[in-house]
């Protein structure tokens, strides 16, 4: 079965230090990940996608196939940065069209 | 830029009311999508739309549930008969294939 997990509900690190938010997802076949970003009251937005692979607002995230992984990545964290982070897979096997959100790893960024 | 607009931002029902929750999508996107969020929980799909017809939905998408392009702009979630259990946040989506989706701000549904 599809499955998208983030194993930290919640992630506090001081302005300034490097954050690093946990993906692993299960899929049979070959999924594309995304990174989508909700600031408080907004809606959520899409921050990266893996075929991309950009880097927006000083992120990165690297799909590991071998560990099934897209860890979010960025080097020095700025409170602007709080917000809630949500993995997400699409991806099309025997059975269709899939969508999965992972469960969310809120990120406080304290000053 | 434009985005995905919902309407209304909040809406409070009876339970076993009708609801119709209201989507307009980006204009050349192709797709569509909702999702619900029930307070606390993750975001769960529940259907996706193409050509006029649903493509894929979850098991969340029962009998209840119905959706429609009445217009070529707007896309409907109708709930036939609301629950307690669907008090949620409702986020419409739109994409232009089946990639990048762009979110609405949502719908809070609450049923009494």
């Known amino acids: 079965a599809q499955r998208v997990t983030q194993p930290e509900k919640l992630l506090s690190v001081f302005k300034g230090a490097p954050v690093e938010l946990k993906c692993n997802y299960s899929?049979?076949?070959?999924?594309?990940l995304f990174w989508y970003v909700q600031y408080s009251r907004q809606r959520l937005q899409l921050l990266l996608r893996?075929?991309s692979r950009e880097s927006i607002k000083g992120f990165t995230a690297d799909l590991n196939k071998g560990e099934t992984s897209f860890h979010l990545k960025k080097p020095f964290a700025q409170e602007e940065d709080s917000a809630m982070y949500y993995c997400?897979?699409?991806?099309?096997?025997?059975?269709?069209?899939?969508?999965?959100f992972g469960p969310g790893t809120r990120l406080s960024v304290l000053p | 830029e434009p985005e995905v607009t919902q309407t209304p931002s909040h809406q409070v029902t009876q339970m076993g009311q009708e609801v119709i929750l209201r989507c307009v999508p980006i204009?050349?996107?192709?797709?569509f999508y909702w999702y619900r969020q029930i307070l606390g929980q993750k975001v769960e799909f529940l259907v996706s739309?193409?050509?006029?017809?649903?493509?894929?939905k979850s098991e969340i998408f029962d009998d209840q549930f119905s959706v429609e392009r009445p217009d070529g702009s707007n896309f409907t979630l109708k709930i036939r008969s609301t629950k307690l259990e669907d008090s949620a946040m409702y986020f419409c989506?739109?994409?232009?294939?089946?990639?990048?989706?762009?979110f609405g701000p949502g719908t809070r549904l609450t049923v009494l």
């Open positions: 989506a739109s994409s232009f294939y089946t990639d990048t989706q762009y």
């Open positions: 899929y049979s076949g070959s999924p594309e």
């Open positions: 893996h075929i």
């Open positions: 997400a897979l699409s991806g099309r096997d025997n059975y269709g069209q899939n969508f999965v």
């Open positions: 204009s050349n996107h192709l797709y």
């Open positions: 739309f193409y050509n006029n017809e649903i493509s894929e």
